[in-house]
């Protein structure tokens, strides 16, 4: 249940929990990444984010700078690794 992508609670056990795997995991330029909001961390973007899939453009400190299509239009954002998973295209 903890890699759902409703965003309403926790499972009791995992309340105040995270998962360092996520929060030290890295990405290279290019990867497609999607938005899981990491509810025991500040997500300090609006909620439409979560499930959106974005581009990797580079690493800025401890965060991942993507580009990410909001109705056809690109957007930039800079997000931390804890709230990214990785994803594969389907060729």
Not at 10 to 15: G, L, S, V, Y
Not at 72 to 78: D, E, F, R, V
């Amino acid at each position: 249940m903890a890699d759902d992508f409703m965003l309403t609670h926790k499972n009791p056990r995992q309340k105040g929990k995270i998962s360092f795997k996520r929060y030290f995991q890295e990405f290279k330029p290019g990867d497609y990444v999607a938005v899981s909001m990491e509810l025991s961390v500040p997500f300090p973007y609006p909620k439409k984010l979560q499930g959106r899939t974005g581009k990797v453009i580079e690493k800025r400190k401890s965060s991942y700078y993507l580009e990410i299509n909001d109705l056809n239009k690109p957007k930039y954002y800079n997000i931390r690794p804890i709230h990214l998973k990785k994803i594969e295209l389907k060729k």
